[in-house]
Every structure is written in structure tokens, then in C-alpha cells.
DNA sequence: ACCGCACCCTGAGCGC
DNA sequence: TGCGCTCAGGGTGCGG
């Protein structure tokens, strides 16, 4: 689900919102699986910071605080980023939305996913950090801590090549799709972008990395950056349950050729799109169009 | 060094 | 109506 445009998303409306303000606390859920950092550390270290910025690295978002710390976050599958400003129960399913009564349908109201509650000293808009799941994380980095997960990243993927795709492809022993999905290769591409970008480029996920030629890599890398690019512009996203910071759906679901369309006529040639296990991810790809 | 796989967690959707 | 099953994909870590 998030992906580098999703998390370039809510980068850039959550930056707006937290930019400059200063933290007056923190509210947390208990210690789980989420938390790198044990909640209690987090409210400590966190309480009276300033947010001087918010940056992206790969599918990272990486806050700098002023006292020269650093709080990572990352969305895993299923996380929210959002603000109290634009939260609306669109971040809620449909059965939970329509548990609630008409005035909480209105207003968002931290629940037992909502991990992290950031109130403001100004006590303006709130930002909170709801993840059902879990996949996601949150992490205190102190000043001048490196990150292993950052530094295992490789480059951008709005800046990956073909050269650097045919080059790593060329070594290794897996499909080209595992290459794409290699977080230390390019950061920030996942399952739905690495199946469009494939489609267009015409090469099927399942084909061995060091079979794919020169020119092959070359598309891939140029569709890898086109889609990601081109999602981040339609307000970023990829699935049903996708919601942007602002309550908004993402733009990009209405311009997906293969992912989730199992079965339907490809929108090239007709044949129907294929769905098959790879790099034990579900893929599609039009068996026509793709070699 | 690298690959494939199990696992972390919860909710939606489906068949019976 | 409700139970049990499968699926969803982000990342980590381990055995081969």
C-alpha cells in the first residue's frame, strides 16, 4: 500500500502542518511490536521538541528535531499518518464507520490503533499515527545515532537507472521483480508500482533478473520513475483502502493496467491479466504484452 | 553472498 | 448468523 508515492503524500501535507511547531506531548498505545523505541522513552524524549523538518527516504519518514535528534517513521502496511484538521472516518472501514454515531462519524477520536497522538503547545491541529496492523514503525534516533534501515537503503527510486538495474540484475539469481522490490537496490518501489512498471515496460515479473537486456532495464527504470512519479501528482495511491492525510482518496487507483485486475481483459491487447506468485509477492502481468 | 521462506498483525471477504 | 479459512503486502531474520 504505501509506497514511495503515498509516503511522498503524506510527506508533503504532514510537513506543512508539523514544520516549526513545537511538541507538547505525546500520546502513545502500550509497548508492542510497533515501537522500536519503548513508548516511554518516545514521550520523554519527544515532549518540548521542535520539528524543524520532515524528510523521505525511500518509504521512510524521517523528522528532525531541534535538538538535532531524529524520529523515523515508516507506514508499513496498513499505517496512517494524518491530522485532526482533515481526519475524517474515511480512515475508518465501512462496518467501523457505521458502528459510530453520527457526531463521531464526524470528528476522529484516537481508538487502539491510534499509536501516536502528537498535541502541539500551540494546541492547534493534532497529528496522529494510526496503524491497525502493525507493520509500521516508529524509532528515536539520537543526535548523531545512524539507522541501520536508513543506511541499508539504496538509491531513491524516483532516481534509479537502467544501468543500475542491469548491473545488480546481471549478479543475481532471482526474478527482476525481486530486484525491483530490493530495498537496498532502489528505495521506495513495492508490489503495485514494481507490477505497472513491468507492464509498460513489457517484461514479465517472473523473468530472471540477468536475463533481462540492456534496453529492458532501461524501460523498466523509466516506467519505475514515470508511474511513481505520475501517482505523486495525482495525490498518490495504489489501493482500495488508501487515504491520503487530507481524508482524500488517492488519485492513482484509476490508472492501474495489471495490479488487482486478475482475470480482466488487458488494456492493450485484451488478454486476460495473469496473477501469479513471485518473489512471494502476488503479481500480475498480461501474458501478451509481457515476455 | 545470496536466495527463499516463515513470521509479525488484523480485518475483509468468502463459502458453508 | 457465525465460524473458519484465505488473502493482503511492508519489512526482518534465519536456515540452507
Redesign the pocket.
Known sequence: ???LPEVETTRRQIEKIMRGRRIERVDTTEP??FFLTPPDRLRRRLGGRRIERLDRA???LLAELDDASHLLL?L???GQLFSSEAASVRLL????RSSLSPEAQTRFEPDQ?THLRFVFEDRGTEVFFRD????G?VEWLAPGQSS??LD?LGIDALLVTGELLFDVGR?????IK?IL???SVS?GI???Y?DEALFLAGVRPGRA?RRVTRRECEAIAGFVRQVLERSIETGGSS?N?YVAPDGSDGGYQDERKV??RTGEPCLRCETPIK?KLV????SHYCPGCQK
Open positions: 500500500m504505501p509506497e508492542s511490536y525511500g518509504k521512510y515508516h508499513g502496511m496498513t472501514s465501512a462496518t467501523a490503533h491497525v496492523r502493525k507493520f514503525k541501520p534501515r541499508l549478479h543475481r539469481k532471482t526474478s525481486a522490490l530490493d530495498q528505495a513495492g508490489n503495485i514494481a533478473a489501493i483502502d495490479y488487482a496473477r518473489a512471494q509477492r502476488s
